[in-house]
C-alpha cells in the first residue's frame, strides 16, 4: 500500500509553482478548462491503447489538472483545498459501498452497482432526467446516460436525430458503450486514397 509521499510532493510543488511561476499564477478555473478535457481525451486515448505506461503518464496529467483547479479554489474565500476534494470524494465512496463499509448485503457486480445507484439516488434527487448530466458529454455517451435514467424509452420517430437515439437503445440494450463503438469503427477506417 502506498503511504502518499508523492502526492503531498504533488500539492507542495503546485503550491510553489503557483506562487513562483507567471504563468501559473495568472491561470484560473475557467483558463484551465480546455486542459482539464483535454487531458480527460487522453487518458482515454491511453486506456483505449493498453499502454500502461502512457496510461501512467496520462494519469499524472489529469491528476495535475486536478490539484491546480483545488490550489486556484483555495484562494477564494468560499473556496476548498485538495484536502477537501479527497475528503469529499472519501466520504462518498463509504457512504456508496456499504457492502463493505458498513452493514450493505450486495455481492455481485450488479447487486453492488444497484446499491451505489439506490445510495446516490436518495443524496441527489433528479427534477428531470437530464439533471446532473453534462450537457457538454459527446452526444452519444450524453444519450446513453438520458436512456439509462428513462428505464423504458420513448418512441423515437423517423428524422435522423431520432434514429440515432434509437441505435444508442440498441446499443444499451446489447451492453455496448455506443460511444466506444462508433470510435472504434471510425479509428479503423482505411486510410483514404489521395
Not at 18 to 29: D, V
Not at 136 to 165: E, M, Q
Request: proline share 6%; aromatic share 4%; charged share 30%.
Amino acid at each position: 500500500m502506498t503511504d502518499g509521499r508523492s502526492l503531498v510532493e504533488l500539492v507542495d510543488v503546485m503550491d510553489r509553482l503557483r506562487r513562483e511561476c507567471p504563468w501559473t499564477a495568472q491561470q484560473s478555473h475557467e483558463s484551465l478548462a480546455h486542459y482539464l478535457l483535454e487531458e480527460a481525451h487522453e487518458t482515454l486515448e491511453a486506456l483505449e491503447s493498453g499502454d500502461t505506461d502512457h496510461l501512467r503518464e496520462e494519469l499524472g496529467d489529469l491528476l495535475m489538472q486536478v490539484v491546480f483547479h483545488a490550489r486556484i479554489a483555495q484562494e477564494r474565500a468560499d473556496g476548498f483545498d485538495i484536502d477537501a476534494v479527497a475528503a469529499g470524494i472519501t466520504a462518498k465512496l463509504i457512504r456508496r459501498n456499504p457492502h463493505v463499509f458498513a452493514d450493505g448485503d450486495a455481492s455481485t457486480p450488479e447487486e453492488i452497482d444497484a446499491a451505489w445507484q439506490r445510495v446516490k439516488a436518495a443524496e441527489k434527487p433528479r427534477a428531470s432526467v437530464h439533471d446532473g448530466i453534462p450537457p457538454t458529454l459527446p452526444a452519444l455517451a450524453y444519450a446513453d446516460k438520458v436512456l439509462g435514467r428513462l428505464g423504458d424509452p420513448p418512441s423515437f420517430g423517423d428524422d435522423i436525430g431520432a434514429r440515432l437515439l434509437a441505435l444508442v437503445a440498441e446499443a444499451r440494450s446489447a451492453g455496448v458503450d455506443a460511444e466506444a463503438a462508433l470510435r472504434r469503427t471510425v479509428q479503423n477506417l482505411p486510410p483514404a486514397a489521395h
